[in-house]
């Protein structure tokens, strides 16, 4: 097992009567994509703020390589760096001279901080509008400043809030090409997103937080394998199928449901890539010609609907 | 068209200024705080430091000075309304009242009306308090001041509607703003009457042509007659010609502007 | 630890956007400016010889106080902009010590004071003397006092209230008080003549009040017709920094994070 980079223990934070994180427990490792899931307001960015020493946990703690959020900060400050979810900029300022500043102050001399934001602002398509106001930039625009300022500082503990919101589809790729890029890098990463393609892309674990509490934490597959009979063996036979055969094929995949009707079955197995050859042995053994076979996995959305009770877009509204 | 339409299409222009005043509230804490502290602080203080001669005697420079603070706010306010339009072409609200079924003409005077209406009302509390503090017993006085005090401040509207259509940029109005209220409310009569500023020529005479003058003048003859016989800017008769010359004035530059200059498209 | 370079990093960004509200700037200029050249130069020749002698003169170091003070207190509206597009968040995440933030921040009203108010000691070298090396030295530290107090105390103020407009009122309100509370504009004999006591007493311990008579002690003291200790005027403006500048401090660190 890889050391805990980040160690989030029993975290609570309260706005008033608000609770918006509710004793939350999570380790991330060292290296890895980590993906938090949740809707606006489930108490993602709360907990990024807590971990970049934004916020004060009302109780319970955040440690990063061992170092505290509440004791140790400007420690912690040098160790994360964060692209937040709403770019940070005044409308005076403009995307070349905020991004020398960030530079200077993650600790780059000027000579280094011109050379390195250059590039990045060429490979977002970026350096085209270096002087313009941020007032004038589009939102997927300013969003790029802001994800640059990472891609400059290269944090031990990078976060990204929603780093593709507003982005086209071929710079989200590219977006998401250079956060594992970053993450080959040596710096660990962490992603707060409510969109299923961007979490399932890039996240090697993934923690779905539903009004402040931790409701799941695996791989995306362990979380969709998760859900009882999640996955859909879809197959298509020739002969009429024996009631007996159907009994012994239930119990041999484990199905959790069957459907049979105008030759075609229909099975809700988990672990569905291991169950297709088990069923497919037995219909080849009582000759039973299966003419076609698919497999349909749970999608993220139907995870978090399984783990939260809600769908996300439902999440989103409340 | 009709008149009746033309009447209700001008007070609806006129409400679009009016049906902002609750948003401005703080800023017009702020406003009335200035002006309490000049009155009450710096008007106290500067008073036992003057001493003017008018043709009656010596001026009782308190009641002269506060009626010019009253002034100087109500030239303010109406001038920041251009800071206003400003925004609004920026925001693209001008052009969607030029696509409305509304003559140019009504919607020029109507934001000039509008804007000069919530100045004025802006600056009633101040208004209060110089005819508290002045004495003032008479309705029709009261009345006098306060529509000398509207005209003035729908002439100004109309000015800063005219200054702002011409640069039609918040940054250089904010410029032209910021001198022009430094400037103008020093060039006139706000802070001392017109003989004191004879000793130095250029300033005599841009106070000589400044509405701010006339109007605090005005007030001065309306309020306290005897207290400054013989020492504003002009003969009461011409002060009244100014001020409606200037009004008339104001109003056909925002007019021919808002004619000339928007159509076609606000670009920037 | 505090890294001077971070500081100076911080002030950077800070100065740089004083710069981009030129126009503002320009409104400051013509205003002040106005006052020396057409207000005081008309008030010289209404106000009574036996207590100004000279208007124009005496007004000319008040507006040296009041423009480094009106530049310092600038600082509070950068301030109160960020809490209100939650760039604040951005500089709490930042590796530098919240200390370090707010020394930098103060650094730069300091700077923003002197940048501005330099055209206007120029001014009175000009009309006015040409400073000792050693009144040199006590204009430049009364300028460090007055800045650095007035900037902490504007920051102050833009973390201390929730409503971003009810703050912005404030801070007018504060900046009009210790703008007219003060003997810029008024010999302090006038206002014990006119108010009690106590208005005396606040009005001469205006942290503006002290540094205008030291100006005027340097570059016209035959305006002046109090008497008064430079010593101690001095002191009593370094305790007026020492305990701003703590305020400000503590309260800034303590406020922006929720």
Request: overall charge positive.
């Given at each position: 097992?890889?050391?805990?980079?980040?160690?989030?223990?029993?975290l609570?934070?309260?706005?008033?009567n608000?609770?918006?994180?509710?004793?939350?427990?999570?380790?991330?490792?060292?290296?890895?994509i980590f993906?938090?899931l949740?809707?606006?307001?489930?108490?993602?960015t709360?907990t990024?703020?807590?971990?970049?020493t934004v916020?004060k946990?009302?109780?319970?703690?955040?440690e990063i390589y061992g170092?505290?959020?509440?004791?140790?900060g400007?420690?912690v400050?040098?160790?994360?760096?964060i692209?937040?979810q709403?770019p940070?900029?005044?409308?005076v300022d403009?995307?070349?001279?905020?991004?020398?500043?960030h530079?200077m102050?993650?600790?780059?001399?000027?000579i280094g901080a011109?050379?390195v934001?250059r590039?990045?602002?060429?490979?977002?398509d970026?350096w085209?509008?270096?002087?313009?106001?941020?007032?004038?930039?589009s939102?997927g625009?300013?969003?790029k400043?802001?994800i640059?300022?990472?891609?400059?500082?290269k944090?031990?503990?990078?976060i990204f809030?929603e780093?593709?919101a507003?982005?086209d589809?071929?710079?989200?790729?590219r977006?998401?090409?250079?956060?594992?890029?970053l993450?080959?890098?040596?710096s660990?990463?962490?992603?707060?997103t409510?969109?299923?393609?961007?979490?399932?892309?890039?996240?090697?674990?993934?923690?779905i937080i539903?009004?402040?509490?931790?409701k799941?934490?695996?791989?995306?597959?362990?979380?969709?394998?998760?859900i009882?009979?999640?996955?859909?063996?879809?197959?298509?036979?020739?002969?009429?199928?024996?009631?007996g055969i159907?009994k012994?094929?239930?119990e041999?995949?484990?199905?959790?449901k069957l459907?049979?009707s105008?030759?075609?079955?229909?099975?809700?197995v988990?672990?569905g890539?291991?169950?297709i050859?088990?069923a497919i042995?037995?219909l080849s053994?009582?000759?039973?010609?299966?003419r076609s076979?698919s497999?349909?996995e749970?999608?993220?959305?139907d995870?978090?609907?399984?783990f939260t009770?809600?769908?996300?877009?439902?999440?989103?509204?409340? | 068209?009709?008149?009746r339409?033309?009447?209700?299409?001008?007070?609806l222009?006129?409400?679009?200024?009016?049906?902002?005043l609750?948003?401005?509230k703080?800023f017009?804490?702020?406003?009335f705080?200035?002006f309490?502290?000049q009155?009450?602080?710096?008007?106290l203080?500067v008073?036992?430091m003057?001493?003017?001669?008018?043709?009656?005697g010596?001026?009782?420079y308190y009641?002269?000075y506060?009626?010019?603070?009253?002034?100087a706010?109500?030239?303010?306010?109406?001038?920041?309304?251009?800071?206003?339009i400003?925004?609004?072409?920026?925001?693209?609200?001008?052009d969607?009242?030029?696509?409305?079924?509304i003559?140019r003409?009504?919607?020029?005077i109507?934001?000039?009306?509008?804007?000069?209406?919530?100045?004025f009302?802006?600056s009633?509390p101040?208004m209060?308090?110089?005819v508290?503090?002045?004495?003032?017993n008479?309705?029709s006085?009261?009345l006098a001041?306060?529509l000398?005090?509207?005209?003035?401040a729908?002439s100004l509207?109309?000015?800063a509607?005219s200054?702002a259509?011409i640069i039609?940029?918040?940054?250089?109005l904010d410029?032209?703003?910021g001198?022009?209220?430094s400037?103008?409310v020093?060039?006139?009569t706000?802070?001392?009457?017109?003989?004191?500023?004879s000793?130095?020529?250029?300033?005599?005479?841009i106070?000589?042509?400044n509405?701010?003058?006339?109007?605090?003048?005005?007030?001065?003859y309306?309020?306290?007659p005897?207290?400054?016989?013989g020492?504003?800017?002009?003969?009461?008769?011409?002060?009244?010609?100014f001020l409606?010359?200037f009004?008339?004035?104001s109003m056909?530059?925002?007019?021919?502007l808002l004619?000339?200059?928007?159509?076609?498209g606000?670009?920037? | 630890?505090?890294?001077?370079?971070i500081i100076?990093i911080i002030?950077?960004?800070?100065?740089?956007?004083?710069w981009?509200?030129k126009w503002?700037l320009?409104?400051?200029v013509?205003?002040n400016l106005a006052d020396?050249?057409?207000f005081?130069?008309?008030?010289r020749?209404i106000?009574?010889r036996?207590?100004?002698?000279?208007y124009?003169y005496f007004?000319?170091?008040g507006?040296?106080?009041?423009s480094a003070?009106?530049?310092?207190?600038?600082?509070?509206?950068?301030?109160?902009?960020?809490?209100?597009r939650a760039?604040h968040?951005y500089l709490?995440s930042l590796?530098?010590?919240?200390l370090e933030l707010?020394?930098?921040?103060?650094?730069?009203?300091i700077v923003?004071?002197f940048?501005?108010?330099i055209?206007?000691?120029i001014?009175?070298?000009?009309i006015?003397?040409?400073?000792?090396?050693?009144?040199?030295?006590?204009?430049v530290?009364?300028?460090?006092?007055?800045?650095a107090?007035?900037?902490s105390?504007s920051?102050?103020?833009s973390t201390?209230?929730?409503?971003?407009?009810f703050?912005?009122?404030?801070r007018?309100?504060?900046?009009f008080?210790?703008?007219?509370m003060?003997?810029?504009?008024?010999?302090e004999?006038i206002?014990?003549l006119?108010?009690?006591e106590?208005?005396?007493?606040?009005?001469v311990?205006n942290?503006?009040?002290?540094?205008t008579?030291i100006?005027r002690?340097?570059?016209?003291?035959?305006v002046?017709?109090?008497?008064?200790s430079?010593?101690?005027?001095?002191a009593?403006l370094a305790?007026?920094?020492?305990?701003?500048?703590?305020?400000?401090?503590i309260?800034?660190?303590?406020n922006?994070?929720r």
């Amino acid at each position: 097992m890889s050391n805990v980079a980040v160690k989030i223990i029993n975290l609570v934070k309260k706005f008033g009567n608000v609770t918006a994180v509710n004793n939350l427990n999570l380790d991330i490792y060292e290296g890895e994509i980590f993906g938090l899931l949740g809707p606006n307001g489930s108490g993602k960015t709360t907990t990024l703020l807590i971990i970049t020493t934004v916020y004060k946990p009302t109780s319970g703690d955040v440690e990063i390589y061992g170092y505290s959020v509440t004791r140790h900060g400007d420690i912690v400050r040098r160790l994360v760096g964060i692209a937040f979810q709403e770019p940070k900029a005044l409308w005076v300022d403009n995307p070349y001279e905020l991004l020398l500043w960030h530079a200077m102050v993650v600790g780059y001399s000027v000579i280094g901080a011109r050379r390195v934001i250059r590039d990045i602002m060429e490979e977002l398509d970026l350096w085209e509008h270096r002087g313009k106001f941020i007032s004038e930039l589009s939102g997927g625009t300013r969003k790029k400043v802001e994800i640059a300022k990472l891609f400059i500082q290269k944090p031990k503990i990078a976060i990204f809030d929603e780093p593709t919101a507003q982005l086209d589809v071929t710079t989200k790729h590219r977006v998401w090409d250079k956060i594992k890029a970053l993450r080959d890098e040596g710096s660990t990463i962490i992603v707060a997103t409510n969109d299923m393609l961007e979490a399932e892309r890039l996240a090697d674990r993934i923690a779905i937080i539903h009004k402040g509490t931790l409701k799941a934490l695996g791989t995306p597959s362990e979380l969709k394998d998760r859900i009882p009979g999640g996955d859909i063996i879809e197959l298509r036979v020739d002969n009429r199928i024996p009631d007996g055969i159907v009994k012994s094929l239930i119990e041999a995949i484990e199905a959790r449901k069957l459907d049979y009707s105008d030759g075609v079955i229909r099975a809700y197995v988990n672990r569905g890539e291991e169950k297709i050859a088990i069923a497919i042995d037995i219909l080849s053994r009582n000759n039973i010609k299966v003419r076609s076979v698919s497999l349909k996995e749970p999608t993220l959305d139907d995870v978090f609907f399984y783990f939260t009770g809600a769908r996300l877009e439902e999440g989103r509204i409340q | 068209m009709d008149i009746r339409e033309d009447i209700r299409a001008l007070l609806l222009v006129i409400l679009w200024d009016i049906r902002k005043l609750g948003r401005y509230k703080f800023f017009l804490a702020m406003r009335f705080a200035w002006f309490l502290l000049q009155v009450l602080v710096f008007g106290l203080l500067v008073a036992k430091m003057v001493s003017i001669r008018g043709p009656l005697g010596v001026i009782d420079y308190y009641k002269f000075y506060i009626i010019g603070a009253y002034v100087a706010v109500l030239f303010s306010m109406s001038m920041l309304r251009g800071h206003e339009i400003v925004e609004e072409l920026e925001d693209g609200l001008i052009d969607y009242q030029l696509s409305l079924p509304i003559k140019r003409r009504i919607l020029a005077i109507g934001r000039a009306l509008g804007g000069g209406i919530a100045s004025f009302i802006y600056s009633i509390p101040m208004m209060i308090v110089i005819v508290l503090i002045l004495g003032v017993n008479s309705i029709s006085a009261v009345l006098a001041i306060a529509l000398f005090s509207l005209i003035f401040a729908s002439s100004l509207v109309g000015l800063a509607m005219s200054i702002a259509l011409i640069i039609r940029s918040s940054d250089r109005l904010d410029i032209l703003m910021g001198i022009s209220d430094s400037l103008l409310v020093r060039l006139s009569t706000v802070f001392y009457p017109i003989i004191a500023l004879s000793s130095i020529a250029i300033y005599y005479y841009i106070a000589k042509i400044n509405p701010v003058s006339y109007l605090t003048d005005m007030i001065r003859y309306i309020a306290t007659p005897e207290d400054v016989s013989g020492i504003t800017v002009s003969d009461p008769h011409i002060m009244v010609v100014f001020l409606v010359g200037f009004a008339i004035a104001s109003m056909l530059s925002a007019l021919l502007l808002l004619d000339k200059r928007i159509e076609g498209g606000y670009s920037r | 630890m505090i890294y001077p370079r971070i500081i100076t990093i911080i002030a950077y960004r800070d100065l740089q956007r004083f710069w981009k509200y030129k126009w503002w700037l320009a409104g400051l200029v013509a205003m002040n400016l106005a006052d020396l050249f057409i207000f005081a130069l008309i008030f010289r020749g209404i106000v009574r010889r036996d207590i100004v002698p000279d208007y124009f003169y005496f007004l000319a170091p008040g507006i040296a106080s009041i423009s480094a003070f009106a530049a310092a207190f600038t600082i509070g509206r950068e301030v109160m902009m960020e809490l209100r597009r939650a760039f604040h968040h951005y500089l709490l995440s930042l590796p530098f010590s919240r200390l370090e933030l707010v020394a930098g921040r103060v650094v730069s009203g300091i700077v923003r004071g002197f940048i501005y108010q330099i055209p206007f000691i120029i001014l009175l070298i000009v009309i006015a003397k040409t400073p000792s090396f050693l009144d040199l030295l006590i204009v430049v530290s009364t300028t460090i006092m007055v800045t650095a107090s007035m900037s902490s105390l504007s920051i102050a103020i833009s973390t201390l209230v929730k409503s971003l407009e009810f703050q912005a009122t404030i801070r007018s309100l504060v900046y009009f008080i210790i703008f007219f509370m003060s003997n810029v504009f008024y010999p302090e004999s006038i206002v014990r003549l006119r108010f009690p006591e106590i208005i005396y007493i606040m009005v001469v311990n205006n942290p503006i009040s002290i540094a205008t008579t030291i100006y005027r002690d340097i570059f016209t003291p035959h305006v002046i017709h109090e008497t008064y200790s430079i010593e101690v005027l001095i002191a009593k403006l370094a305790i007026w920094t020492a305990i701003l500048v703590a305020t400000g401090s503590i309260l800034y660190m303590r406020n922006l994070q929720r």
